[in-house]
């Protein structure tokens, strides 16, 4: 009876590890290219503001961070750098500069969601229609399925 209990626990057990690095690995093995070169030499030239992803936030730490240049132009946010991989990232403008997740969290109502990154090195995520972007000052990488803080860029 131990030993049956036993197997069916480490079975269990490897059957929701295997289920949890699938959720995280799948967006990493299915990422489509980045940009083209020219998407992202169009976008220096274009670009109304720039901002950089640093790897020393608060909140970024060896699984969840992004480096790079940011250029956020009248249609498009920008990243010429890399994000570390994962699931589930957005894009988010935020009036704020924020850098952990507790402030993410805090000031969410008040961010514009502008769309999914999937791409980790080097991003063009179109901008929503109508997107105001002085009443922001922030560009925020977010992961929705586990609520985890990777980066930020403030642009202006």
């Avoid at 699984?63 to 589930?88: F, K, M, S, T, Y």
Wanted: glycine content about 8%; charged content about 20%; some cysteine.
């Amino acid at each position: 009876m131990k030993r049956r209990l036993l197997l069916i626990s480490t079975h269990l057990l490897m059957l929701l590890a295997g289920f949890g690095l699938g959720v995280y690995w799948l967006p990493i093995l299915t990422a489509p290219d980045g940009p083209a070169a020219e998407v992202l030499q169009q976008a220096e030239r274009t670009a109304s503001f720039q901002g950089e992803f640093r790897r020393d936030l608060a909140d970024s730490d060896a699984l969840h961070w992004g480096e790079g240049r940011v250029l956020v132009g009248p249609d498009q946010v920008v990243l010429q750098g890399r994000l570390a991989p994962g699931p589930d990232y957005k894009l988010y403008l935020s009036p704020t500069f924020v850098e952990t997740e507790a402030d993410f969290q805090r000031l969410k109502s008040s961010m514009r969601r502008v769309g999914d990154v999937k791409t980790f090195e080097n991003f063009a995520v179109p901008l929503p229609p109508g997107t105001d972007l002085a009443a922001y000052t922030t560009v925020v990488v977010w992961c929705e399925t586990f609520s985890e803080f990777i980066t930020a860029a403030r642009y202006r």
